[in-house]
């Protein structure tokens, strides 16, 4: 049976693992993870929390376009409603301040987020990365 989410793929414009690596490991703080070595300059990893076998994000270049607009996307859940407040503060940083990996939208800090709407849904926000990628951000 399944237990667990292993890993997502999210896929970026050919050449831009640089500012993947800007926006996934510095602005959102995930690590680092070594891909195979047949791999490298088409793939970056980003492990999320620590352990045995923790989740990851794939990052795949490719050169078939996102659908800027897309609805699909991943949720990251964050450990408090303080955490969830830094993190959107660093990601309206990165927006604001542009420069490499900078998202291409992003929630502002201090409104409503950019989803729909209803007590259904707890605290969250969104944006999209520097490849269009739409990302969630919850409790």
């Not at 791999?39 to 999320?48: E, K, S, Y």
């Not at 659908?67 to 699909?72: A, G, L, T």
Request: charge should be negative; aromatic fraction near 10%.
């Amino acid at each position: 049976m399944i237990t667990a989410l292993a890993h997502i793929n999210l896929t970026v414009p050919p050449n831009t693992l640089p500012a993947a690596h800007a926006f996934y490991a510095e602005t959102l703080g995930l690590t680092p993870s070594p891909v195979p070595a047949h791999q490298r300059g088409f793939l970056a990893w980003f492990d999320i929390g620590a352990g045995e076998k923790p989740q990851q994000i794939h990052i795949a270049t490719t050169s078939i376009a996102n659908d800027p607009k897309s609805s699909r996307h991943p949720c990251f859940r964050l450990e408090s409603p303080e955490k969830l407040i830094e993190l959107r503060e660093r990601i309206w940083s990165h927006f604001k301040r542009g420069g490499e990996g900078a998202p291409l939208e992003a929630d502002e800090p201090g409104s409503g987020n950019s989803g729909d709407q209803g007590k259904e849904y707890p605290q969250r926000f969104f944006a999209r990365d520097f490849a269009g990628n739409r990302l969630e951000f919850s409790l």
